[in-house]
DNA sequence: TTCCAAACTTGAGTCAATTCGGTTTTCGAG
DNA sequence: CTCGAAAACCGAATTGACTCAAGTTTGGAA
């Protein structure tokens, strides 16, 4: 049977998150009003509830979802890494950066972190945070390969090292989307500059 | 004259702050209605929105005068550091992180790191965003300062370094507020762990 | 002192998120 | 197949942040 309930369940489930989709894309966040969303979803008002805590909550299970690929992504580049530290780190947080701006706005980012720092408990506020710690560990996980590859020093604080580095870029992303002039570019540059520090203290050192 | 406008302008100000931090702090940040704040301030809600843009503001313009004290405590760590690396910026991140909640529960924290990202261009989102500049400048002199002592190589990004070491205690201390069940003490010893790391790229080698 | 314009205050009204009690649908035991 | 309980759904009613048109106060020019 497969159970019906669960069916429909799942059915909702998706047509919320895509009709939240849409709205949020074409009207933004503030505009799209939670009737609309029903309305295109066609579902009633009460039920989005049934689904998600708050309007808030639909925004942070879409860029969920959008992390996740991001997460994808990087596998790519930690299973085999530029070949030496610097390259390989920047190409990491490279995808990080440049892919999360592909389908969502800076307004969104805005929106999403705010929510998820808001509400921390809420389901789908817990699915962001582990997402965020999974973008750790993965970082981790690059430099632990670059320390099996012998780009990095045995005796460097793997775990320490791969935090420091995904925080610092993540808090810079955040002075990102919340200054509407920035570029990409310009974050790119500061993240790579900030790197040079870190990389200097975990890089083997050259022979000579 | 000192003009009897400005009077009461200063003297509204002051009021609907003291009220709005009276009603935070017994009722929690949602608990505490508008109109609670205007009864209490003896000023109708609408004056309420001459003075801020919006509620997040007000709790914004009482995390900004927190985050002032923080920045004047830090001046005398800057002024006279321990006379080590580690040491000197584990004081100066330590007064950063313990400071920071003694009238602030985690809860407005993250209310107000929120309102901050969602609104970065309202006037307190802006205050907000200055006053972590002003923080992450601090760092920065510090590093500065022990680099001027030789206790930091001559050679090391000072700007860099010390961005990365507010960034990553930022970042820590969101994680920090966001967990209810996480002490103070272990925030602080997950940052010196990661401290570690940086200081071994910024300090002066050992003379041997 | 008088009076006008600018600045400020007010609170009833608007708008949209969220709640909640009543109804419908699904499930599975008998 | 029948029926009662549990799960979901529905949308009208509630709630509370925020707005705005009308009224009040202040500063200072004449």
């Not at 009709?19 to 009003?33: C, I, M, N, Q, V």
């Not at 996980?141 to 020093?153: A, E, I, M, P, S």
């Amino acid at each position: 049977m497969a159970g019906l309930r669960a069916k429909h369940r799942a059915d909702r489930h998706r047509r919320i998150l895509e009709a939240a989709a849409d709205l949020f894309r074409e009207a933004g966040y503030d505009g799209a009003k939670i009737e609309a969303i029903a309305a295109e979803a066609e579902v009633s008002v009460g039920t989005i509830y049934n689904y998600y805590r708050n309007k808030g909550d639909i925004l942070v299970a879409i860029v969920s979802m959008e992390v996740n690929e991001v997460l994808n992504a990087g596998r790519g580049v930690v299973a085999t890494p530029p070949a030496n530290v610097s390259d390989a780190i920047d190409t990491l947080l490279g995808i990080y950066m440049e892919h999360s701006l592909i389908y969502l706005s800076k307004a969104m980012w805005r929106q999403a972190m705010a929510t998820s720092t808001q509400q921390p408990d809420s389901p789908f506020g817990q699915t962001y945070s582990a997402l965020d710690r999974a973008l750790v560990d993965q970082t981790c996980d690059l430099v632990d390969r670059l320390k099996r590859l012998g780009l990095v020093r045995i005796d460097a604080d793997t775990r320490a090292s791969g935090e420091i580095i995904f925080n610092n870029m993540n808090m810079m992303f955040m002075e990102f989307v919340k200054q509407d002039t920035m570029a990409i570019a310009d974050l790119r540059a500061a993240v790579r500059r900030q790197n040079k520090v870190l990389v200097g203290a975990i890089a083997m050192p050259v022979k000579r």
